[in-house]
């Protein structure tokens, strides 16, 4: 066990890495670093870090791409990755959380604020640190232990990146209730972490994408529910 969590710090400017390192360690957090998304993916392997700071543009392979290859890697594939890039546009960070991001920031950021996203990405990734947690629910099979989903009888495992089991796991435990993004925002990502309402049309678009169409129901102009029977 280590005794201080571990950041990995991505991105090709030096000075960049070097503020961070010096900010985040007076916050008593350890920190390793790549400076581009080859040597990150390397890393993070060798390393699995406890959170990931990933800029997207970067030469030999670029935050997108290193993203991707990290949530293929069994061992990464609960990690929480921050996205801290240049790239500002809507459709860029929409690109990034469906890559598998967990919180998409833009540059210029201030330190408080990064360091508040990464210690608030830092408690929840440790909220399912408890004894093995299983629902059954429809025909499906949730486990939380190990964030493997199973549908039907075949028990073929679907696996999901870390926010989408969390809020999939979130909607089935409460099945038929109405919640609004806000509402999936606050219980889920936490009221600490800034992250956009499209955020979560992204993480339900992905499920239904892995696991099926008709479990999570879109309730126009409120929100989201899980079905508690087939129709």
Same mark, same amino acid.
């Given at each position: 066990?280590?005794?201080?969590?571990?950041?990995?710090? =991505?991105?090709?400017? #030096?000075?960049? +890495?070097?503020?961070?390192?010096?900010? $985040?360690?007076?916050?008593?957090?350890?920190?390793?670093?790549?400076?581009?998304?080859? #040597?990150? =993916?390397?890393?993070?392997?060798?390393?699995?870090?406890?959170?990931?700071?990933?800029?997207?543009?970067?030469?030999?392979?670029?935050?997108?791409?290193?993203?991707? !290859?990290?949530?293929?890697?069994?061992? $990464?594939?609960?990690?929480?990755?921050?996205?801290?890039?240049? !790239?500002? #546009?809507?459709?860029?960070?929409?690109?990034?959380?469906?890559?598998?991001?967990?919180?998409?920031?833009?540059?210029?950021?201030?330190?408080? =604020? $990064?360091?508040? *996203?990464?210690?608030?990405?830092?408690?929840?990734?440790?909220?399912?640190?408890?004894?093995?947690?299983? +629902?059954?629910?429809?025909?499906?099979? +949730?486990?939380?232990?190990?964030?493997?989903?199973?549908?039907?009888?075949?028990?073929?495992?679907?696996?999901?990146?870390?926010?989408?089991?969390?809020?999939?796991?979130?909607?089935?435990?409460?099945?038929?209730?109405?919640?609004?993004? *806000?509402?999936? $925002?606050?219980?889920?990502?936490?009221?600490?972490?800034?992250?956009?309402?499209?955020?979560?049309? =992204?993480?339900?678009?992905?499920?239904?994408?892995?696991?099926?169409?008709?479990?999570?129901?879109? +309730?126009?102009?409120?929100?989201?529910?899980?079905?508690?029977?087939?129709?």
């Amino acid at each position: 066990m280590r005794e201080r969590p571990l950041i990995l710090l =991505v991105d090709d400017e #030096e000075d960049i +890495i070097d503020l961070l390192q010096y900010n $985040l360690q007076k916050e008593n957090f350890d920190t390793i670093a790549a400076k581009d998304g080859a #040597e990150a =993916v390397d890393l993070a392997v060798q390393e699995t870090p406890d959170i990931i700071v990933l800029d997207i543009m970067m030469p030999r392979m670029d935050g997108l791409e290193a993203c991707k !290859r990290m949530r293929e890697h069994s061992t $990464l594939r609960t990690v929480p990755i921050l996205m801290l890039t240049a !790239r500002s #546009e809507e459709a860029d960070q929409v690109v990034g959380l469906d890559t598998g991001a967990d919180i998409y920031l833009t540059k210029p950021i201030s330190l408080p =604020v $990064l360091i508040s *996203q990464v210690k608030a990405l830092l408690r929840g990734s440790s909220r399912y640190d408890t004894p093995a947690d299983l +629902i059954r629910i429809l025909d499906l099979e +949730i486990d939380r232990d190990r964030y493997v989903v199973r549908r039907g009888n075949s028990g073929k495992a679907v696996r999901l990146a870390r926010k989408e089991f969390d809020l999939l796991y979130f909607f089935a435990s409460r099945p038929g209730k109405v919640f609004s993004r *806000q509402d999936l $925002l606050d219980r889920v990502w936490g009221r600490d972490v800034y992250v956009v309402d499209r955020t979560v049309d =992204v993480h339900v678009r992905k499920i239904r994408e892995k696991v099926g169409e008709h479990y999570i129901e879109t +309730i126009k102009g409120v929100g989201y529910r899980f079905i508690d029977t087939f129709q």
